[in-house]
C-alpha cells in the first residue's frame, strides 16, 4: 500500500474559522486581516522556533513591523475593536513571544500613552511610538507584588521641586532589557496613590536584568528593573494617572488582548496537531484516521471557536462603549482554561514529538503557560466575576 499524501491546506475549513466569524468584518478589514496574516507567514513564523529555542529576540524584526503599521489599530486608525482582536489572534497563532511584544509595545505602553497621558504630552510621544522609533515597556508588577499590586506598590515616588525621585524594583516586565522608554507605575509618597511615569531608561539609576531560564516565551525579554533614585521631570509624569483606578482603565484593554492571545495559542495548536496528524503515518494510514485523534482535533476546535464566539461578542460590545471589566475577566478567564485543554491535546496528538520544539507544539504548549497567569490570573479573574455575580468579594 503507497503512502497516503494529503494537501492539508486544501481541505475545507483548513483556516480554523469554523463559524466564519471573519465574515463579521467589512471587506477592508478583512483584507487587512489577510495581509497582516500573509506577512506574519513570511516573516515570523519561520524563525520563531529558533529565536524560542535560542532566547533571543530578533530585533532585526522590528522595522518590518514598523512598516506593516499595527501599532493602534482602534484608536489611531480607526478600526473595529473585532479587527485589533482578530490581528492579535493572528500575532499569537504564528508566534506567542512577538505577538507579546506587540501585545506589551502596542497594548500596554502605547495604551498607557493614549489614555492617560495629557494632549501635549501625546503630541511629543507618540508619533515616534507608533513608528516603533521608540520602543516601550510597562512597569507594573513587582518582586513581591502581583495580583495585589494595586493595593501593595512598593516602588515609591517623592516630588522634589521640578522632579520625582524613584525607588523600588519590579519584575516581569517584557521588552524591559532593550526598550527605550518605560512606563513606571509607583506609589507618591505624599498622597498613597499610585502614578505613572514615562521613564527614559538611559537615565542614571534605571537598571534592568534579563529573567533567564524560562520554560514560557523565551524570545520575549522579561526583566528584573531597579530603580535607585531615578530622577524623572515632571512633565514626564502621565498628567492622567493619579491613582490605581485610572491604571486598570489600560489593564481593562489589555485583558481583553490576552484573551484575543488564547484564541490564537489555540487556532496554533489546531493547526500544527491536525498537519501533523494528516501527515503522520501510523499503522500504514493517517494518523488523523482515527477516531480518537479526531475526537481531540474536534475538541481543540470546539474549543477554539467557542473562545472566539465569545471574543467577537465582547469586541462588538467594545466598540460600542458598552464592555464591563466583570466581562473581561469572564473573558480572560474562560479562554486561556480552554486553551489549556486545547494545547495540551494537541502535545498530545503529537506524542514525543510534541515537547520537541523543532515541531512547534512544545513551545505552544509551554507559552499557554504564561498566557495562562498573566494580565490577571485565572483565579483572580474568576473572582472578579464571583463578585459581579453574587455581590460578595472573595478577596480584598
Same mark, same amino acid.
Given at each position: 500500500? $503507497?503512502?497516503?499524501?494529503?494537501?492539508?491546506?486544501?481541505?475545507?475549513?483548513?483556516?480554523?474559522?469554523?463559524?466564519?466569524?471573519?465574515?463579521?468584518?467589512?471587506?477592508?478589514?478583512?483584507?487587512?486581516? !489577510?495581509?497582516?496574516?500573509?506577512?506574519?507567514?513570511?516573516? %515570523?513564523?519561520?524563525?520563531? %522556533?529558533?529565536?524560542?529555542?535560542?532566547?533571543?529576540?530578533? &530585533?532585526?524584526?522590528?522595522? /518590518?513591523?514598523?512598516?506593516?503599521?499595527?501599532?493602534?489599530?482602534? +484608536?489611531?486608525? $480607526?478600526?473595529?475593536?473585532?479587527?485589533?482582536?482578530?490581528?492579535? #489572534?493572528?500575532?499569537?497563532?504564528?508566534?506567542?513571544?512577538?505577538? &507579546?511584544?506587540?501585545?506589551?509595545?502596542?497594548?500596554?505602553?502605547?495604551?498607557?500613552?493614549?489614555?492617560?497621558?495629557?494632549?501635549?504630552? /501625546?503630541?511629543?510621544?507618540?508619533?515616534?511610538?507608533?513608528?516603533?522609533?521608540?520602543?516601550?515597556?510597562?512597569?507594573?508588577?513587582?518582586?513581591?507584588?502581583?495580583?495585589?499590586?494595586?493595593? $501593595?506598590?512598593?516602588?515609591?515616588?517623592? +516630588?522634589?521641586?521640578?522632579?520625582?525621585?524613584?525607588?523600588?524594583?519590579?519584575?516581569?516586565?517584557?521588552?524591559?532589557?532593550?526598550?527605550?522608554?518605560?512606563?513606571?507605575?509607583?506609589?507618591?509618597?505624599?498622597?498613597? !496613590?499610585? /502614578?505613572?511615569?514615562?521613564?527614559? &531608561?538611559?537615565?542614571?539609576?534605571?537598571?534592568? &536584568?534579563?529573567?533567564?531560564?524560562?520554560?514560557?516565551? +523565551?524570545?520575549?525579554?522579561?526583566?528584573?528593573?531597579?530603580?535607585?533614585?531615578?530622577?524623572?521631570?515632571?512633565?514626564?509624569?502621565?498628567?492622567?494617572?493619579?491613582?490605581?483606578?485610572?491604571?486598570?482603565?489600560?489593564?481593562?484593554?489589555?485583558?481583553?488582548?490576552? #484573551?484575543?492571545?488564547?484564541?490564537?495559542?489555540?487556532?496554533?495548536?489546531?493547526?500544527?496537531?491536525?498537519?501533523?496528524?494528516?501527515?503522520?503515518? !501510523?499503522?500504514?494510514?493517517?494518523?488523523?484516521?482515527?477516531?480518537?485523534?479526531?475526537? !481531540?482535533?474536534?475538541?481543540?476546535?470546539?474549543?477554539?471557536?467557542?473562545?472566539?464566539?465569545?471574543?467577537?461578542?465582547?469586541?462588538?460590545?467594545?466598540?460600542?462603549?458598552?464592555?464591563?471589566?466583570?466581562?473581561?475577566?469572564? #473573558?480572560?478567564?474562560?479562554?486561556?482554561?480552554?486553551? +489549556?485543554?486545547?494545547?495540551?491535546?494537541?502535545?498530545?496528538?503529537?506524542?514525543?514529538?510534541?515537547?520537541?520544539?523543532?515541531?512547534?507544539?512544545?513551545?505552544?504548549?509551554?507559552?499557554?503557560?504564561?498566557?495562562?497567569?498573566?494580565?490577571?490570573?485565572?483565579?483572580?479573574?474568576?473572582?472578579?466575576?464571583?463578585?459581579?455575580?453574587?455581590?460578595?468579594?472573595?478577596?480584598?
Amino acid at each position: 500500500m $503507497g503512502r497516503t499524501v494529503i494537501d492539508p491546506d486544501n481541505l475545507p475549513y483548513s483556516d480554523g474559522d469554523f463559524y466564519a466569524f471573519e465574515q463579521l468584518l467589512a471587506p477592508a478589514e478583512r483584507d487587512r486581516l !489577510q495581509e497582516v496574516r500573509d506577512w506574519l507567514a513570511k516573516e %515570523v513564523r519561520p524563525i520563531a %522556533v529558533d529565536c524560542w529555542t535560542r532566547g533571543q529576540f530578533p &530585533t532585526e524584526i522590528i522595522p /518590518k513591523l514598523a512598516e506593516l503599521d499595527v501599532v493602534s489599530p482602534v +484608536r489611531r486608525q $480607526g478600526h473595529s475593536n473585532l479587527l485589533a482582536g482578530m490581528i492579535h #489572534a493572528e500575532f499569537t497563532r504564528a508566534d506567542t513571544s512577538i505577538a &507579546t511584544f506587540m501585545g506589551v509595545h502596542d497594548g500596554l505602553f502605547t495604551g498607557s500613552i493614549e489614555v492617560l497621558a495629557s494632549n501635549e504630552q /501625546k503630541e511629543a510621544w507618540l508619533p515616534d511610538i507608533y513608528a516603533l522609533k521608540k520602543i516601550g515597556a510597562f512597569g507594573l508588577t513587582e518582586p513581591l507584588g502581583g495580583s495585589d499590586v494595586a493595593g $501593595g506598590t512598593r516602588t515609591t515616588a517623592r +516630588r522634589e521641586g521640578g522632579q520625582w525621585i524613584l525607588n523600588g524594583a519590579k519584575r516581569w516586565i517584557g521588552n524591559a532589557t532593550f526598550s527605550d522608554w518605560v512606563v513606571i507605575f509607583a506609589r507618591d509618597l505624599d498622597d498613597n !496613590q499610585v /502614578k505613572g511615569f514615562l521613564v527614559d &531608561t538611559s537615565l542614571p539609576g534605571y537598571t534592568a &536584568t534579563k529573567i533567564e531560564n524560562k520554560i514560557s516565551l +523565551r524570545t520575549v525579554q522579561n526583566a528584573d528593573i531597579i530603580l535607585d533614585n531615578v530622577a524623572v521631570p515632571e512633565e514626564y509624569r502621565l498628567q492622567g494617572a493619579n491613582s490605581f483606578k485610572d491604571t486598570n482603565k489600560v489593564l481593562k484593554v489589555t485583558r481583553l488582548a490576552v #484573551a484575543w492571545q488564547a484564541v490564537g495559542q489555540q487556532l496554533a495548536a489546531f493547526d500544527v496537531a491536525r498537519n501533523y496528524s494528516l501527515q503522520r503515518q !501510523q499503522f500504514g494510514k493517517p494518523l488523523a484516521s482515527f477516531q480518537l485523534v479526531q475526537q !481531540q482535533l474536534v475538541q481543540i476546535l470546539g474549543n477554539a471557536v467557542a473562545s472566539m464566539g465569545m471574543m467577537v461578542q465582547l469586541a462588538q460590545l467594545e466598540d460600542a462603549g458598552a464592555a464591563q471589566d466583570e466581562q473581561s475577566a469572564l #473573558a480572560k478567564a474562560f479562554t486561556t482554561a480552554r486553551m +489549556r485543554e486545547s494545547v495540551a491535546l494537541g502535545r498530545s496528538i503529537l506524542g514525543g514529538n510534541g515537547i520537541v520544539a523543532d515541531y512547534e507544539m512544545a513551545k505552544i504548549f509551554a507559552d499557554a503557560e504564561a498566557i495562562y497567569s498573566y494580565e490577571g490570573t485565572h483565579e483572580i479573574n474568576s473572582l472578579v466575576v464571583g463578585r459581579a455575580i453574587t455581590g460578595i468579594a472573595a478577596f480584598v
